[in-house]
């Protein structure tokens, strides 16, 4: 694994030992954030459900100001900050359940990343907590990585693209007007 693009182009990240991670793709990750590199310079981001720390990271690598790190998992939180110190990079890295920390949560971000465990019944959960505390910037985007085959209530925010990879689907989420 490594990062895809951006200043950091081509630095490999740790390997991924672990079965409960699942990284999203290269690809998928190359795709997301050429979408997304003209949004990103300057940037608050929050990566929910972080694993490696690789989507964040890459946000960072398109000059983002400041990237915001949970996971649950203790592995997964040694892991991004492993990632993010072989970069020279010292963000934010709770070792925290996504919802505990929305609910205690009291910044808006231009990006969150969303990519729960699939079939796990989060996606509405935390887009729920998000959209009830403001948590997104007005001009802010939700990326959310997810089965082809998972469909959800997407609690008062639109749907302004979606992206099928193989087995794997990128929608992108803004607040309805």
Do not use: W
């Not at 990585?145 to 992108?172: L, N, P």
């Amino acid at each position: 694994m490594r990062v895809v693009s951006g200043k950091f182009n081509g630095i490999p990240l740790n390997k991924n030992k672990f079965q409960h991670i699942r990284p999203t793709a290269d690809k998928v990750r190359q795709a997301v954030f050429v979408k997304l590199q003209f949004f990103l310079p300057n940037s608050r981001v929050l990566d929910l459900f972080c694993g490696t720390g690789a989507m964040g990271i890459e946000a960072l690598s398109h000059g983002a100001e400041k990237v915001v790190f949970v996971d649950k998992d203790q592995r997964s939180v040694n892991l991004t900050k492993a990632n993010l110190k072989c970069l020279g990079l010292s963000e934010k890295v709770f070792k925290c359940d996504a919802r505990v920390f929305l609910e205690k949560c009291e910044e808006q971000f231009d990006l969150i990343i969303l990519d729960p465990p699939y079939k796990s019944g989060l996606y509405e959960v935390v887009l729920k907590k998000i959209f009830d505390k403001n948590l997104l910037a007005d001009d802010g985007i939700i990326v959310c990585e997810h089965a082809k085959e998972d469909s959800f209530d997407y609690q008062g925010f639109a749907v302004f693209d979606e992206k099928r990879y193989g087995t794997i689907m990128v929608t992108y989420l803004k607040k309805e007007d």
